[in-house]
């Protein structure tokens, strides 16, 4: 297999998986909806599948359309994969997509000053390194909202 593919494969299975369960997590964090951990992977793995073939087919016709294809799909796999309604499915997905994009937004001008650097080569693994990052940022996000929830209720 070549190994660019191999690294993009490595990248969509890796990043995209775990960027979709943290984003639906998130969701269910700010609703105060229970999560079922053992229905995750499978959530998550279909999510990312819908994000890396919409980015693959969607892009190319305009920026962004891969967004919509993400609320779409993901809300669809929220409500089939979970015994969810359909409204929370979307308002989970919506909600985790906000914080998302927020936090990337938020944290795009640390990542920008990394790539301004002549050392710092902008590759596959930068992306993976920002995108894991991210990633991080979004689960300290959850244990934040969950320790301030419990801390309010005593």
């Known amino acids: 297999m070549d190994p660019i593919i191999r690294e993009y494969i490595l990248y969509y299975l890796g990043y995209l998986v775990f960027d979709a369960a943290v984003m639906f997590i998130t969701?269910?964090?700010?609703?105060?909806?229970?999560?079922?951990?053992?229905?995750?992977?499978?959530?998550?793995?279909?999510?990312?599948?819908?994000?890396?073939?919409?980015?693959?087919?969607?892009?190319?016709?305009?920026?962004?359309?891969?967004?919509?294809?993400?609320?779409?799909?993901?809300?669809?796999?929220?409500?089939?994969?979970?015994?969810m309604?359909?409204?929370?499915?979307?308002?989970?997905?919506?909600?985790?997509?906000?914080?998302?994009?927020?936090?990337?937004?938020?944290?795009?001008?640390?990542?920008v000053r990394f790539w301004q650097d002549p050392n710092y080569v902008e590759n596959i693994y930068t992306d993976i390194l920002s995108g894991w990052a991210i990633i991080l940022l979004l689960i300290l996000f959850n244990i934040g909202v969950r320790y301030a929830r419990k801390n309010q209720r005593n």
């Open 27 to 83: 969701g269910l964090t700010v609703l105060s909806e229970p999560i079922n951990f053992g229905r995750l992977p499978m959530y998550a793995l279909l999510t990312g599948l819908i994000v890396a073939l919409s980015r693959w087919y969607l892009d190319p016709f305009g920026f962004g359309l891969h967004i919509f294809a993400t609320v779409v799909g993901s809300t669809l796999i929220a409500y089939r994969v979970y015994p």
């Open 85 to 111: 309604t359909i409204r929370t499915a979307f308002l989970s997905t919506l909600l985790g997509l906000l914080v998302l994009s927020v936090t990337e937004y938020l944290f795009y001008p640390i990542f």
